[in-house]
């Protein structure tokens, strides 16, 4: 297996635009989980799903991040607007019983 | 108060010494736990689970106190490849599913 695949690896972008961050899990894992680290706050838990129904988002910091996973394959994490406070590396993480798995991250920069 | 605390860090050592790691978890209906080591720009990986009983793997020891909701850490005979930052993790489950709940992390690093 790959592992757990995250795109885009980077992204810059300007303050107002919409972000997609993209995530396909490691084959056969249930529970998916969106992390967003930043050297002031560290690694806070966004949002996570368990056979792809959210179930707790109360990390999700306002409105304008909404996160979906339509199938067992695939979830995606939207900023609209951005703002420059959102620059952060944002990870995705998938489990299959115990430990989680996380993908390489994507680091977005908003400018 | 945070779910899962660490100590700050960081911790400078030199090789060779030993070294310890603490974290207490405010769940106490959490039911499994993990130490992760962070490389830097890099993702977390597993570096070991902790078990009741407490678990060894080579120099690493982790231990578990349920009683205090405390978690440990230790690094013995400490090498330049272990500075990194460590983080713990905790799992709560309820009726769905269970989430993952990272401390801070700990910034380790050993110089020669």
């Known amino acids: 297996d790959a592992g757990v695949i995250q795109s885009p690896r980077h992204e810059v972008t300007e303050m107002g635009q919409e972000v997609t961050l993209r995530c396909k899990p490691i084959s056969g894992h249930n529970s998916l989980f969106w992390y967003r680290q930043t050297m002031m706050r560290g690694l806070e838990l966004l949002i996570y799903f368990n056979n792809n129904v959210p179930i707790d988002d109360s990390g999700m910091p306002e409105d304008r991040f909404s996160a979906k996973m339509p199938n067992a394959s695939f979830s995606t994490l939207k900023i609209q607007p951005s703002e420059p406070r959102d620059s952060a590396v944002y990870f995705c993480?998938?489990?299959?019983?115990?430990?989680?798995?996380f993908g390489q991250g994507t680091r977005l920069t908003v400018v | 108060r945070k779910e899962v605390e660490q100590d700050p860090g960081p911790f400078n050592v030199p090789e060779g010494a030993t070294v310890a790691f603490n974290c207490t978890y405010s769940?106490?209906?959490?039911?499994?736990f993990f130490w992760y080591r962070q490389d830097c720009r890099k993702e977390p990986k597993l570096l070991m689970s902790?078990?009741?009983s407490g678990n060894e793997d080579g120099r690493f020891t982790a231990q578990l106190n349920r009683a205090s909701q405390y978690i440990s850490l230790l690094i013995r005979d400490s090498k330049l490849s272990d500075s990194a930052t460590y983080l713990c993790?905790?799992?709560?489950?309820?009726?769905?599913?269970?989430?993952?709940?990272f401390g801070d992390g700990t910034t380790l690093t050993v110089k020669p």
């Open positions: 769940n106490s209906a959490s039911q499994s």
């Open positions: 993790v905790v799992n709560t489950y309820n009726t769905n599913a269970g989430k993952s709940t």
């Open positions: 993480a998938t489990r299959q019983v115990t430990e989680a798995f």
């Open positions: 902790v078990y009741s």
